[in-house]
């Protein structure tokens, strides 16, 4: 492991020697002056050196030292495993892949579930958006590298929770101030406040952004609000509710362009993009409302609720059917008992839930002419989806290194199209799904602070409204089909009494009835086929290294094949999956200085290296390797009492590298290509108080 909670364990081997006496006795000094590291994302609560899967943590300080906090790829670069593309093409959202699963999309999420708060922001169709995420409050990240269906069912090939403040650590009142500027029109403000009192607790987080890109036609203007309020009923018994609020009234897209086009002007828009003016806006509300008794009769409960509303507009970059908006309504819920037994002396950790969730989407499509105007509707549907999920999971403790771990999970998942366009007869249809996926895995916890493991599972992933979009009319497309993989994987993981933190992962994924888009010429809609079999192999290395209390090295290395393993007729049998690199290292190299008043400064070197890809099925356009050096650096000061006023400065794309930052795969008319940003510069100031 990487992130900064992990590092945490090195700091005081290095800090508090241990003395040297019989191995016992050393080992056991060490296990009590260690942090108890814990993982809550797998939803059965473990530590971290007990967890027989690969899970990363990303901390608080990961998250804002020195960034802008507005694309979740900042605080995930250290992640091995997790490829994000679409940085800067706010309309069609960040493209994120944990082992390959969630690389097909073209715009948001998909093959991969995103947790807020405990919030769903995975649809029940598998879908899901990033734009509401909070960073500036986030306080920390977990990232489960690879399939997690009996955790959380459709959609996870990887799972990405996030928890932001809520309040309960930041004692009396505090907030902080924080405005930031930079290249291509950079402007964010934000504001943040919490504390706790007489039971309660309070967290709010307000920020405002505006983007106007690097490439013509880029703009962004985007406005969160994100707030928690919790009470303490005694008894160990908890009441939270949450708001999530997104205006995001403009988010232009630029579109895909071709080589020649790249050679010609980087900057420039693709066809139609400003003609049409292309992008989309979006108004969001999400509430939640969360229970837990920790007192239970024997176990623990926990009940969640929320409720989303979503309003949608978006004009893609072809005269024609073009003009898309929905008005959505996301509502579910989910309740856990936890509960430990003792089974012949061997200590049993024990989970039971069910999940539910609906989704009810009216969809319309309106058509616009070559000059621009809009013409008419040519769609009106209403599509719903509704999942229930029952699971189960169990640590067994066999003794004090061996813990066995299982879990089950049945999914069903209802999808339904209500056609109220008469003028091409009833396009209305229906599909049902039934999963049931298993996981077994096992860890030897060898030494207090060393590991290994092993575990196998399966998980599956239903095509989403989108992707069943029938190429022959309206309706579901009767050809694609869920796709099914089976996920093997080997870790090791701990600290070396130099202070190595280390984590190592080989992975072995099987997928059936792979899920791939392709496009049609003449047009930039997307369309979806199962193209047979696939495999994923790698090996993920994450390690940090802090030789002193002011220097501090981490690195992330990925070494993976993806690959069409049978695709009958095709042709296609040991290609490259594309959109993907099969090589990725980072490195970071940071250092810290003590200011007066015992106030911190730091300054980061950041090397990013992303190897060739290729951006279509038949491997025939190349994509070229590239390396990135990015930095770094702030500075604070105490003001008086607790108010710290900080600064920080940032350069992204030191050496001006020519790359891109979104491949378009199987693009229409060559538009493969989405230019990335050439040097910029950023800075901000923080006061808290």
């Known amino acids: 492991m990487t992130s900064r909670p992990a590092a945490a364990l090195l700091l005081l081997p290095l800090t508090t020697p241990v003395t040297a006496q019989t191995a016992a006795t ?265 229970y837990e008794d920790l007192g239970f009769g024997p176990g623990e409960l926990y009940l969640k609720g929320f409720t989303t509303w979503r309003d949608f507009e978006q004009q893609l970059p072809y005269p024609g059917d073009s003009l898309i908006d929905y008005r959505r309504h996301h509502f579910g819920g989910s309740a856990e008992y936890h509960q430990r037994f003792n089974l012949a002396g061997m200590t049993l950790d024990s989970m039971v839930g069910i999940d539910g969730a609906r989704q009810e989407d009216d969809r319309h499509r309106r058509d616009v002419a070559f000059d621009g105007s809009v013409t008419g509707e040519v769609a009106d549907e209403t599509q719903t989806a509704t999942s229930l999920g029952i699971f189960a999971q169990g640590d067994l403790a066999l003794n004090e290194h061996w813990t066995l771990s299982a879990g089950g999970r049945f999914d069903r998942i209802d999808m339904e199209i209500d056609d109220d366009y008469d003028n091409d007869g009833d396009q209305s249809g229906e599909r049902t799904f039934h999963e049931t996926n298993g996981s077994l895995g096992i860890s030897y916890r060898f030494h207090p602070l060393h590991q290994v493991y092993a575990n196998t599972s399966t998980a599956f992933e239903t095509p989403t409204f989108s992707e069943f979009a029938n190429p022959a009319g309206g309706g579901f497309n009767p050809d694609v089909e869920p796709q099914e993989s089976w996920s093997r994987e080997l870790g090791v993981r701990g600290t070396l009494p130099t202070g190595l933190d280390y984590d190592v992962t080989l992975f072995s994924i099987d997928v059936d009835d792979e899920l791939v888009p392709y496009e049609i010429d003449g047009s930039d809609r997307t369309f979806y086929e199962n193209l047979g079999d696939t495999s994923r192999d790698g090996l993920e290395v994450a390690l940090g290294w802090q030789p002193s209390a002011r220097l501090e090295l981490n690195t992330a290395l990925t070494l993976a094949r993806y690959e069409f393993d049978q695709v009958s007729g095709s042709g296609l049998d040991g290609n490259r999956l594309p959109g993907l690199p099969e090589t990725t290292w980072v490195n970071q190299l940071t250092w810290y200085g003590i200011g007066s008043q015992d106030t911190r400064y730091f300054a980061t070197l950041e090397t990013q290296y992303v190897g060739d890809m290729v951006a279509d099925n038949a491997n025939r356009v190349d994509v070229d390797s590239y390396w990135l050096v990015n930095l770094r650096a702030g500075d604070g000061w105490r003001l008086g009492g607790n108010q710290i006023l900080s600064t920080y400065l940032g350069i992204r794309n030191l050496f001006d590298e020519d790359h891109y930052a979104n491949v378009r795969i199987n693009a229409s008319n060559d538009r493969y290509f989405e230019p990335a940003p050439d040097r910029s510069f950023y800075a901000g100031v923080e006061l808290s108080f």
């Open 26 to 290: 050393d080992d056991r000094a060490v296990e009590l002056q260690q942090p108890v590291l814990t993982v809550s994302a797998p939803r059965l609560e473990r530590e971290l050196l007990t967890t027989p899967m690969a899970v990363s943590m990303v901390d608080e300080d990961d998250i804002h030292q020195g960034q802008q906090r507005v694309r979740l790829d900042e605080s995930l670069v250290r992640v091995p495993g997790v490829f994000i593309q679409n940085r800067d093409n706010f309309a069609q959202g960040a493209r994120v892949s944990i082992r390959g699963f969630g690389a097909r999309a073209p715009f948001g999420v998909r093959g991969i579930t995103i947790l807020v708060d405990g919030i769903p922001y995975t649809l029940p169709d598998g879908q899901a958006q990033l734009d509401a995420i909070d960073l500036d409050n986030a306080e920390q990240i977990e990232v489960i590298r690879g399939p997690a269906a009996v955790q959380y069912g459709n959609a996870a090939g990887g799972v990405i929770s996030v928890t932001t403040a809520d309040g309960r650590d930041e004692g009396d009142d505090s907030t902080t101030i924080r405005a930031g500027i930079g290249s291509d029109g950079y402007n964010k403000q934000s504001l943040s406040t919490g504390g706790e009192h007489d039971g309660w607790a309070y967290h709010l987080g307000a920020s405002r952004l505006e983007l106007a890109g690097y490439r013509d036609h880029s703009r962004t203007e985007k406005r969160l609000l994100n707030a928690s309020l919790s009470r303490d009923m005694g008894d160990q018994r908890r009441l939270t509710a949450i708001i999530n609020l997104l205006d995001n009234p403009r988010s232009e897209d630029p579109g895909g362009l071709t080589q020649d086009q790249v050679d010609e002007d980087r900057r420039q828009a693709g066809r139609f993009t400003e003609d049409y003016d292309t992008g989309q806006k979006v108004d969001q509300q999400v509430v939640g409302l969360q």
